[in-house]
């Protein structure tokens, strides 16, 4: 039986630099603001030279979206959660939500740079709508409401998970401009009637 190859050396110690160069470009994007940040300000804080970023990133749209599917597989991970919940009423489904809403308090500035990607980035908008897709698969395989491949079925579905984001991220901000035990309650409501009916065994 063939057994996977181990990584090389050399190709775990560019792995490592290259996840060096994205942490500390991610503290450079905190405190100063990617527009105001240079490829120098990375290499100094990753303790590298300059070559070595562009060797690894083109540009800092690329290390951007780099660090951004990194935040968005981590809300996937979020929504993993939600297919291990114990029962779909609204009451749980609710405490997930505030689960994701903690977590994004916790993440707020990683927020905040996935913000600026969807702003700025056609890419890194894709990536977003991509993960989203994502998503509805992962649910569909356990609520028939996220199962439909196409049609309104499956745009509800999607329009779903664009909701819940965008009110967890709202309710997650220091000043949020909406009532946010309100708008908690309703996703509440509607996404536990999403989840009501499980995917039947064929």
């Not at 990607?117 to 996220?146: K, P």
Request: glycine share 2%; charged share 25%.
């Amino acid at each position: 039986m063939m057994t996977q190859a181990r990584p090389s050396i050399r190709q775990a110690h560019k792995d490592l630099t290259r996840a060096r160069i994205a942490e500390a470009a991610r503290q450079c994007f905190y405190e100063k603001g990617v527009s105001e940040t240079s490829f120098e300000d990375i290499a100094t804080a990753a303790g590298v030279r300059r070559a070595t970023v562009y060797l690894h990133f083109a540009n800092k749209s690329a290390i951007l979206a780099d660090l951004l599917l990194h935040n968005l597989e981590e809300v996937r991970l979020i929504y993993e959660r939600l297919c291990g919940l114990r029962a779909y009423n609204v009451a749980s489904v609710k405490k997930w939500l505030e689960s994701y809403v903690r977590a994004l308090v916790r993440h707020r500035q990683a927020m905040r740079l996935f913000q600026i990607g969807m702003a700025t980035d056609d890419t890194v908008r894709v990536m977003i709508e991509n993960y989203r897709e994502s998503v509805v698969r992962s649910l569909g395989r356990q609520f028939a409401a996220f199962a439909p491949e196409a049609g309104r079925a499956h745009a509800a579905a999607v329009l779903m998970v664009v909701k819940i984001d965008f009110v967890a991220d709202a309710a997650a901000q220091p000043e949020p401009r909406l009532e946010v035990e309100a708008a908690l309650d309703l996703v509440a409501e509607e996404l536990s009637a999403m989840l009501a009916e499980p995917v039947t065994a064929s």
